[in-house]
T-cell receptor, first 114, second 113 residues
Framework: GQQLNQSPQSMFIQEGEDVSMNCTSS?????WLWYKQDPGEGPVLLIA?????ELTSNGRLTAQFGITRKDSFLNISASIPSDVGIYFC??????????????FGKGTLLTVNP | NAGVTQTPKFQVLKTGQSMTLQCAQD?????MYWYRQDPGMGLRLIYY???????DKGEVPNGYNVSRLNKREFSLRLESAAPSQTSVYFC????????????FGPGTRLTVT
């Protein structure tokens, strides 16, 4: 099936540092979503992107929908300990048959040292 | 407004046993989904229901069946559990319309021995 390449797989940072992660694909996506999963919980939607080039912020989080529609980036500024978790990107393919389905990246595990 | 709820939260089965995972949403969403999450594999779609009365296979449907009981409820059944089905199972829902945002339940942690 369709795959999203999410990187990095894991990050270990100090509190206060900025974080950047990204997802790339060989296919065009109509929608990019970023989720965060806390340990033992379900993924929670952070940011949704619907237009190529779109830049959207949610507090200290900023995400961008790549111009080529094949990638997306998530940045976290001034990280804090509660940012710890797994961050997933997800995309919806530009294909009628996939209209109801999302493709997920494998996640970026973020650890923040106080 | 509870969002997406799942029962049970934890379950241990022996190989060959059967069980049904329950999922309900109170957001009046049309589409519902079942995923499994394994270490290093991300979220993989098992089955989904685009609307009440329809179900379709996802990426990893073998060994599972689903029932869209009504608009609110979407259950996942393991007829004969296998150790390879040890995983964390998430249900999600999505409203009708242009957005593709899916909202997830808290998960069911299943161990098959």
């Amino acid at each position: 099936g369709q795959q999203l390449n999410q990187s990095p797989q894991s990050m270990f940072i100090q509190e206060g540092e900025d974080v950047s992660m990204n997802c790339t694909s060989s296919s065009i996506f109509n929608t990019w979503l970023w989720y965060k999963q806390d340990p033992g919980e379900g993924p929670v939607l952070l940011i949704a992107l619907y237009k190529a080039g779109e830049l959207t912020s949610n507090g200290r989080l900023t995400a961008q929908f790549g111009i080529t529609r094949k990638d997306s980036f998530l940045n976290i500024s001034a990280s804090i300990p509660s940012d710890v978790g797994i961050y997933f990107c997800a995309g919806q393919l530009n294909s009628g048959g996939s209209n109801y389905k999302l493709t997920f990246g494998k996640g970026t595990l973020l650890t923040v040292n106080p | 407004n509870a969002g997406v709820t799942q029962t049970p939260k934890f379950q241990v089965l022996k190989t060959g046993q059967s069980m049904t995972l329950q999922c309900a949403q109170d957001m009046n969403h049309n589409s519902m989904y079942w995923y499994r999450q394994d270490p290093g594999m991300g979220l993989r779609l098992i089955y989904y229901s685009a609307s009440e009365g329809t179900t379709d296979k996802g990426e990893v449907p073998n060994g599972y069946n689903v029932s869209r009981l009504n608009k609110r409820e979407f259950s996942l059944r393991l007829e004969s559990a296998a150790p390879s089905q040890t995983s964390v199972y998430f249900c999600a829902s999505r409203e009708k319309g242009g957005t593709h945002e899916q909202y997830f339940g808290p998960g069911t942690r299943l161990t098959v021995t």
